[in-house]
């Protein structure tokens, strides 16, 4: 791949609501699997890093991806959830792990 | 498919809290793992480590913290070509051949 060291355009603003991609590629991924498929706000851009996909082969990583918290409802991560219904969990996912919803 | 280590969200027992005593092997991996994961070394990343400990897959469960961090250093090593399958072969014949010879003479 050709090293771009400028970043991806950040395709979310704080609110927007998105999907989780819901796939199951090999390799190290960071996107935890219970979130996978689940729909939640984006909660803050967190900036732009090397993606660790590509780092974890010892490729560059880049261009860089946005990375953003996202806003789950853990009602809506977990049906049978007994806790507070008010109830957050954020997450830290790329951009290319993420669709508008 | 849910891969081994990723096991958020899962229902488990409770954290033990008690302290262990740390053997020597242990002290000595993560010295090694604090040099080559230095940063002015650039010789092994963290994103390189956790691939080749995910890549344990059946074997995950049935090694220590420390052991899979031993593990994913070799790997990472011999895949980015700073020691070779030889050295490392010899090198651990040699230790086990040593450790032999003080177990006899102890």
């Given at each position: 791949m050709s090293a771009n060291p400028s970043a991806v355009p950040a395709r979310f603003k704080r609110g927007d609501p998105v999907r989780v991609r819901r796939t199951f590629p090999p390799g190290h991924i960071r996107t935890p699997y219970y979130c996978r498929g689940h729909t939640g706000t984006i909660e803050r851009i967190c900036g732009a890093f090397p993606n660790p996909e590509e780092l974890a082969y010892n490729?560059?990583?880049?261009?860089a991806q946005p990375l953003y918290r996202v806003r789950f409802k853990s009602t809506d991560l977990w049906p049978d959830y007994r806790e507070d219904p008010t109830d957050v969990v954020e997450i830290e996912i790329f951009q290319h792990w993420l669709e508008p919803a | 498919m849910r891969r081994v280590h990723d096991m958020g969200g899962l229902h488990d027992g409770p954290v033990p809290r008690e302290e262990h005593d740390w053997e020597p092997y242990a002290k000595r991996t993560q010295a090694m793992n604090t040099l080559l994961r230095s940063p002015s070394r650039g010789m092994v990343s963290l994103d390189e480590m956790r691939r080749n400990t995910e890549d344990l897959a059946d074997s995950y469960g049935k090694l220590n913290y420390d052991e899979r961090v031993v593990h994913s250093l070799a790997q990472v090593l011999l895949q980015r070509g700073v020691i070779t399958i030889e050295e490392l072969g010899g090198k651990m014949a040699e230790i086990e051949a040593r450790q032999r010879q003080q177990g006899q003479s102890t």
């Open positions: 490729r560059s990583g880049l261009p | -």
